[in-house]
Every structure is written in C-alpha cells, then in structure tokens.
C-alpha cells in the first residue's frame, strides 16, 4: 500500500523553529520527486517547497525562502523540512506528496501521492 506519513507538527512560539518529516512507504521515494505545501485556515492549499530525485535542486515559496529547508534521506525513504523562525502565518497543516516527475514544479497536480498533513501553530 503506498502512503506517505508526516510528522513532527506542533504548537511553537514565534521565533521558534519546528522539524517535520516525511515518511513513504510501499514505494521507493528515491524515485520520485517531493513537495512540501500548506493550508491555513479558510486559504487554499499552497506551495511551500520542492526537492528534485537527487536532492540537488530546491525551491521554496518565496514567503519562507531562507527560513525553511528541504532535505532528503533516501536511505530512509524519507524527506524533512526544517523550518526555523516560525511566524504566526506559517501557521497551517503541512502536506508532503510525491511526484512521478524526478523535477516537480510547484504546481499541486503534478504529484501523485500525498499524507494526510501535520498541524503547525505558531503562537505567542
């Protein structure tokens, strides 16, 4: 069965930072490319960040652009997300999905399999 577990959601303060991970299962994630989105409250689902097959090439939303980073552990089957200096709007579940394109976009259709997300408060 293919699934897609995350974890390491939390409350945190303003300021504080959060590690979030991914875990697949039932397929080898080192085949596919991997996303990081989000949706707050009352929004729509957005892009936070994508990592290629190989771990050589990222892209992050410009909202958290040296605050957050994408990594992957393929020999865990598994991608993170560090994010450092939380704000109140990074408020939101965080969803991982993966994508049969080894170099996604940012576009929520190109992914193929997606967790069920990870609630993240960030509050004072």
């Known amino acids: 069965q293919v699934q897609l577990e995350e974890s390491g959601g939390g409350s945190v303060q303003p300021g504080g930072s959060l590690r979030l991970s991914c875990a697949a299962s039932?397929?080898?994630?080192?085949?596919?490319?991997v996303g990081w989105f989000r949706q707050a409250p009352g929004k729509a689902r957005e892009f936070v960040t994508t990592?290629?097959?190989?771990?050589?090439?990222?892209d992050y939303a410009d909202s958290v652009k040296g605050r957050f980073t994408i990594s992957r552990e393929n020999a865990k089957n598994s991608v993170h997300l560090q994010m450092n200096n939380l704000k109140s709007e990074d408020t939101a579940v965080y969803y991982c999905?993966?994508?049969?394109?080894?170099?996604?976009?940012?576009?929520?259709?190109?992914?193929?399999?997606w967790g069920q997300g990870t609630q993240v408060t960030v509050s004072s």
């Open positions: 039932g397929f080898s994630l080192a085949d596919y490319g």
């Open positions: 999905a993966a994508s049969s394109t080894m170099y996604p976009g940012r576009l929520q259709r190109d992914f193929d399999y």
């Open positions: 990592i290629n097959w190989s771990g050589s090439r990222e």
